[in-house]
């Protein structure tokens, strides 16, 4: 485990997998990352890598070949992943592709992820270098957990997501394998709000493609506290929790689950990112709270 601190929040990431695992107010003591009950959901906050969700049949197609990918990719739960570098505010992990990775992922990777406390905001900014000679498909986002409700004295039902910008977007159909179906449906309460409540998750997460906003808001009608996600690097976002759970992720990702008729060929998945031979991409989204 490993923390960094300033005036406004302390922060703990796990090398593991480089796990966000805490964010506390100094201020007032509050939790804001899911802690991991392993009777509801034992994750924190993962890191996914190289694909998002489920592939169909638990794999890809790629240049002729076959290769069995886990779900959400190989860097959470990560063992070999390592601290590089630290500083007074910043933590930053690094995990670099092996012989086992290219059984199940063809090409040649670094993967780091930076953690930067700057007042009351939490940057993660994920670099991904090209190693290999060729070039290098892959998606990319975080699973962040966060506590819902924050306080004793709440429920769930005094919680909402508020978007920045007026919506129109309807979530995808998540079927039961995990892959994404031809369906849309409504969920926004009002043109910015989605309200939490028991059953929302009933049928998986919400998936959007196609949001006007780059900023989410969870908010309560009870308390001051705002724990806002940014995800301008990010074209689509996840929204999830087990049923009936104390938390709500809020995910931001490149790239999405297969659909449903997918043929399988990794060059033809919706969302990869193509990046050239030695080429290194950044992206970063920032966990901001109020109080």
Same mark, same amino acid.
Not at 123 to 151: Q, R, Y
Not at 156 to 175: C, G, I, S
Not at 255 to 278: C, H, M
């Given at each position: 485990?490993?923390?960094? &601190?300033? @005036?406004? $929040?302390?922060?703990?990431?796990?090398?593991?997998?480089? !796990?966000?695992?805490?964010?506390?107010?100094?201020?007032?003591?509050?939790?804001?990352?899911?802690?991991?009950?392993?009777?509801?959901? #034992? #994750?924190?906050?993962?890191?996914?890598?190289?694909?998002?969700?489920?592939?169909?049949?638990?794999?890809?197609?790629?240049? +002729?070949?076959?290769?069995?990918?886990?779900?959400?990719?190989?860097?959470?739960?990560?063992?070999?992943?390592?601290?590089?570098?630290?500083?007074?505010? #910043?933590?930053?992990?690094?995990?670099?592709? /092996?012989?086992?990775?290219? &059984?199940?992922?063809?090409?040649?990777? *670094?993967?780091?992820?930076?953690?930067? $406390?700057?007042?009351?905001?939490?940057?993660?900014?994920?670099?991904?270098?090209?190693?290999?000679?060729?070039?290098?498909?892959? /998606?990319?986002?975080?699973?962040?957990?966060?506590?819902?409700?924050?306080?004793?004295? *709440?429920?769930?039902?005094?919680?909402?997501? *508020?978007?920045?910008?007026? !919506?129109?977007?309807?979530?995808?159909?998540?079927?039961?394998?995990?892959?994404?179906? &031809?369906?849309?449906?409504?969920?926004?309460?009002?043109?910015?709000?989605?309200?939490?409540?028991?059953?929302?998750?009933? !049928?998986?997460?919400?998936?959007? @493609?196609?949001?006007?906003?780059?900023?989410?808001?969870? @908010?309560?009608? &009870?308390?001051?506290?705002?724990? #806002?996600?940014?995800?301008?690097?990010?074209?689509? $976002? +996840?929204?999830?929790?087990?049923?009936?759970?104390?938390?709500?992720?809020?995910?931001?990702?490149?790239?999405?689950?297969?659909?449903?008729?997918?043929?399988?060929?990794? *060059?033809?998945? !919706? +969302?990869?990112?193509?990046? +050239?031979?030695?080429?290194?991409?950044?992206?970063?989204?920032?966990? $901001?709270?109020?109080?």
């Amino acid at each position: 485990m490993h923390t960094i &601190k300033n @005036k406004f $929040l302390q922060v703990s990431v796990k090398e593991i997998g480089a !796990e966000l695992c805490s964010i506390k107010s100094v201020n007032s003591g509050k939790e804001y990352v899911w802690q991991a009950n392993p009777e509801v959901w #034992s #994750s924190h906050a993962p890191n996914l890598f190289p694909v998002i969700g489920c592939l169909k049949d638990n794999g890809f197609l790629y240049n +002729g070949q076959e290769y069995k990918c886990p779900k959400h990719g190989f860097v959470r739960n990560n063992e070999n992943v390592k601290l590089v570098d630290r500083t007074e505010n #910043s933590l930053t992990f690094r995990l670099v592709y /092996s012989e086992d990775s290219l &059984k199940i992922y063809p090409f040649k990777f *670094e993967f780091n992820i930076k953690y930067l $406390l700057e007042e009351n905001k939490l940057n993660v900014e994920h670099i991904i270098v090209n190693k290999g000679d060729n070039p290098m498909l892959f /998606s990319l986002g975080g699973h962040p957990g966060f506590n819902c409700p924050v306080n004793a004295d *709440e429920s769930y039902n005094d919680y909402f997501l *508020e978007f920045q910008e007026a !919506e129109t977007a309807e979530t995808w159909r998540v079927q039961k394998d995990g892959l994404i179906g &031809k369906e849309t449906v409504p969920v926004f309460d009002e043109p910015k709000i989605i309200n939490l409540h028991a059953h929302l998750f009933d !049928e998986d997460a919400l998936i959007f @493609k196609n949001l006007n906003s780059k900023k989410v808001s969870l @908010k309560s009608r &009870k308390s001051k506290q705002v724990l #806002s996600m940014i995800f301008n690097d990010f074209p689509y $976002l +996840g929204i999830w929790a087990k049923p009936k759970a104390d938390y709500v992720c809020i995910e931001p990702w490149i790239g999405i689950a297969d659909s449903v008729d997918t043929d399988r060929n990794f *060059e033809a998945k !919706e +969302g990869l990112v193509l990046l +050239g031979s030695k080429q290194s991409t950044a992206a970063i989204y920032t966990i $901001l709270i109020e109080e």
